[in-house]
């Protein structure tokens, strides 16, 4: 009876926020760019497993499982209301009307957020902590603060890692489908 909201995120703007969460947390101990990207990539050093395979594996959930909403994060930035309308549906509430969904709109947004971001720390405080600053931008293009050629390894590499899967990786995201061309 349990339901799932699974939230994906273009997997170079993913990488970017995971350098962002070790540099707050390590500072200057963080490792060179080149060791993240590997960290990144392997199923062995990455918390979850790589995003291919957890995007997939999710994807997979949510076509086999009615308790399984898939969300992509670019879809919350564009239509926020259409998401939470989707949502509440999906958790079986009554329908929203205006002002209540207005009510939630701004209680999720990114905005709000920002303004409580003590209520959303991950972790107390430490020592080796630079800053506690995890909501850099919000933005649905936050792959593009990463370095070209980064960018590019990352793209091919998560593209070929999809293929043979019917996640809609070219209607998602397009850059990515067309990395492995």
């Known amino acids: 009876a349990a ?6 995120r273009h997997p170079v703007s993913c990488f970017a926020s995971c350098i962002d969460f070790i540099a707050t947390n390590v500072g200057s101990l963080a490792p ?3 060791a993240s990207e590997a960290w990144y990539r392997s199923p062995e050093a990455m918390w979850w497993g790589t ?3 957890h995007v997939k594996g999710w994807w997979d959930q949510s076509r086999e499982r009615p308790g399984v909403l898939f969300v992509f994060f670019e879809e919350m930035k564009a239509d926020l209301p259409g998401v939470t309308r989707r949502i509440a549906a999906f958790l079986g509430l009554a329908p929203l009307d205006d002002t209540e969904l207005a009510q939630v709109v701004e209680k999720v947004s990114f905005e709000n957020m920002r303004r409580h971001r ?3 720390e991950m972790q107390p405080p430490h020592l ?3 800053s ?3 909501f850099v931008r919000g933005s649905a293009d936050r792959h593009r603060d990463v370095a070209s050629e980064v960018r590019t390894r990352l793209l091919r590499w998560a593209a070929g890692e999809m293929a043979g899967s019917d ?9 990515v489908n067309q990395a492995k061309e």
């Open 3 to 8: 339901r799932y909201i699974y939230l994906a």
């Open 32 to 34: 060179p760019i080149e």
């Open 51 to 53: 995003w291919p395979d």
């Open 118 to 120: 003590d209520c959303f």
């Open 128 to 130: 080796m902590q630079t």
């Open 132 to 134: 506690a600053e995890l």
């Open 167 to 175: 996640f809609p990786l070219a209607a998602v995201y397009p850059d």
